[in-house]
């Protein structure tokens, strides 16, 4: 009875940390954007002027580490969900991949702290090159390689869901859309990582809803 019991938790829990995770993820993506636009030149250097604007990047950094962690308990609880009858290589690939995406996630909120301290040194703004040059490895560890992870991350959870039935085939193919999305488009194409956070609060709020679908007089029938 106790292991049925905790079985109904865990889904409940996979699906409010993705919650968090999501709107995380998103309030970081959106900030930074709008923090610093990814502008060709020097023209995206001009949020160094601006205060407010540093801030804004302040603030999504330290939404960051949160995110992560949220993230990784999300993971944690929706391999939970899957059990043991998880194929062993797409179960590689999904903690291969979102492992990495944390890592990933974490290096271009770092680079982006050293980019905004660099910032607040008085003259910076006569070193633009520099500033482009930080501005620019930012950008390329989350739009290309950490939205790359997620990518392979949705694919797999994807997969896995549908063949065990924890996941209906819509939300499946969602999310190979979501992956698809994500290694063709995102980097070339703005705000397209926001696919990621979306697709995983659709994934969250579907697990949650099956979870208090589920009769809690099943879990007292021995």
């Given at each position: 009875m106790e292991r049925k019991l905790q079985a109904l938790r865990t889904p409940r829990a996979a699906g409010l940390v993705g919650i968090v995770f999501a709107l995380l993820l998103a309030a970081t993506i959106v900030l930074i954007r709008v923090a610093v636009p990814d502008e060709p030149g020097n023209a995206g250097n001009s949020w160094v002027t601006d205060p407010s604007r540093r801030r804004?990047?302040?603030?999504?950094l330290n939404l960051v580490p949160f995110a992560g962690i949220f993230f990784l308990w999300f993971m944690g609880a929706v391999r939970a969900?899957?059990?043991?009858?998880?194929?062993?290589?797409?179960?590689?690939?999904?903690?291969?991949?979102?492992?990495?995406?944390?890592?990933?996630?974490?290096?271009?909120?770092?680079?982006?702290?050293?980019?905004?301290?660099?910032?607040?040194?008085p003259g910076a703004g006569s070193n633009p090159q520099g500033l482009s040059f930080g501005r620019h490895v930012t950008y390329s560890l989350l739009t290309t390689y950490a939205m790359r992870m997620a990518a392979v991350f949705a694919f797999s959870?994807?997969?896995?869901?549908?063949?065990?039935?924890?996941?209906?085939?819509?939300?499946?193919?969602?999310?190979?859309?979501?992956?698809?999305?994500?290694?063709?488009?995102?980097?070339?194409?703005?705000?397209?990582?926001?696919?990621?956070?979306?697709?995983?609060?659709?994934?969250?709020?579907?697990?949650?809803?099956?979870?208090?679908?589920?009769r809690p007089g099943s879990a007292d029938a021995s």
């Open positions: 804004t990047v302040q603030t999504a969900r899957i059990g043991e009858a998880e194929d062993q290589f797409f179960a590689m690939v999904f903690l291969g991949s979102g492992l990495l995406f944390v890592a990933t996630l974490f290096g271009a909120a770092a680079a982006a702290g050293g980019l905004l301290v660099t910032a607040e040194v959870t994807s997969t896995i869901g549908h063949r065990l039935g924890v996941l209906p085939r819509w939300l499946a193919l969602l999310g190979c859309l979501v992956a698809l999305t994500l290694l063709l488009l995102s980097g070339s194409v703005d705000w397209s990582e926001l696919v990621f956070p979306l697709w995983a609060l659709v994934v969250s709020l579907h697990i949650l809803v099956a979870s208090f679908r589920a």
